[in-house]
């Protein structure tokens, strides 16, 4: 793909798909089970359940083929296995991870960890920057390639 057609692609997904649901993630007090002794409770159980996965299924829709299955170990945050197949047989791994470090002190006013705001082009709070990000960027990344085979595959056929 072109580069500033790439950058448009990027930008405009970004923005419409992936900020709206990084922003519910933040509202997620998802603490890495080191740090939250109310891992299993039903209280965060459903809220939990919408970070492992829920936010970000809708974004495997446009990569054929892509599936997701949430790994769920006793007392170990869940693991989010995606397969994306390729057209070959290399392997490729993209790792993130979304558990959350503890909520801290010292927030600016205004700011806090559960709570996402949108500040000069910056998007504050927990998990954002911590690995939250790191599972939609690699969606992000994929989603052009995909789009590629899907144009390649109606043209072939």
């Known amino acids: 793909m072109e580069p500033t057609r790439l950058k448009q692609f990027v930008d405009t997904f970004w923005d419409d798909s992936i900020l709206p649901s990084i922003t519910e993630y933040i509202r997620i007090p998802n603490k890495s089970p080191a740090y939250d002794s109310k891992m299993g409770r039903a209280r965060l159980h459903g809220r939990r359940r919408q970070a492992d996965g829920g936010l970000a299924r809708p974004q495997l829709e446009g990569l054929p083929g892509a599936t997701l299955e949430v790994v769920r170990l006793p007392g170990r945050t869940p693991l989010l296995f995606m397969d994306v197949p390729g057209d070959s047989d290399d392997t490729v791994l993209l790792y993130g991870h979304l558990d959350k470090q503890p909520e ?23 998990g954002g920057a911590d690995d939250g990000y790191a599972i ?21 056929s």
Not at 139 to 148: G, I, V
């Open 104 to 126: 801290m002190r010292g927030w600016s006013e205004g700011l806090g960890p559960w709570l996402p705001v949108l500040k000069d082009d910056k998007l504050y709070g927990r």
């Open 136 to 156: 939609y960027a690699c969606l992000c990344a994929l989603r052009p390639c995909a789009s590629r085979r899907c144009r390649a595959a109606a043209a072939s």
